[in-house]
């Protein structure tokens, strides 16, 4: 087994996040200090080391599942709305965070984008790791 799965997930984010930080096309735009990641939030997000999580959790999410798109990641990171008095509801994160940090990872050279392939339906578009990319999440200690 590799190194991505021998870890704690929660564990192995942490470190890939200290490893981006170390990545010049992983960083924080200046907008991200001001916006919520999601409609269901209330608040916009307080932790300092945010995008480097984010980022770290969407490549070994990309790393897990071979080719993801925006839309599941959207759904993957969404929460529940508290409505008031009314049930919560269930609302897809917002995708400006997860567009741009898949576009640093393409500059970065770790993720492409994976094109459809006529006639085979299990292949969807979305993004796919490269052998780059999964050197870099293999080699984090």
């Known amino acids: 087994m590799n190194k991505v799965y021998e870890l704690d997930a929660g564990e192995y984010n942490l470190k890939l996040a200290e490893a981006l930080k170390k990545v010049p096309e992983f960083e924080k735009p200046e907008w991200a200090e001001f916006?919520?990641?999601?409609?269901a939030k209330e608040?916009?997000?307080?932790?300092?080391?945010f995008w480097f999580k984010r980022a770290a959790s969407?490549?070994?999410q990309i790393y897990k599942k071979k080719i993801v798109g925006v839309n599941r990641l959207r759904t993957k990171y969404g929460s529940k709305k508290n409505r008031g008095y009314a049930?919560?509801?269930f609302k897809r994160a917002g995708g400006k965070?997860?567009?741009?940090?898949?576009?640093?990872?393409d500059k970065a050279g770790f993720t492409e984008i994976a094109k459809a392939v006529r006639?085979?339906?299990e292949r969807k578009p979305g993004r796919q790791l490269t052998q780059k990319g999964k050197e870099f999440l293999e080699g984090v200690k």
């Open 35 to 39: 916006v919520k990641s999601g409609p």
């Open 43 to 49: 608040r916009p997000i307080d932790d300092s080391d």
């Open 58 to 60: 969407i490549l070994r």
């Open 87 to 89: 049930p919560e509801k």
């Open 97 to 105: 965070i997860i567009r741009t940090i898949l576009q640093q990872a």
């Open 119 to 121: 006639g085979v339906k």
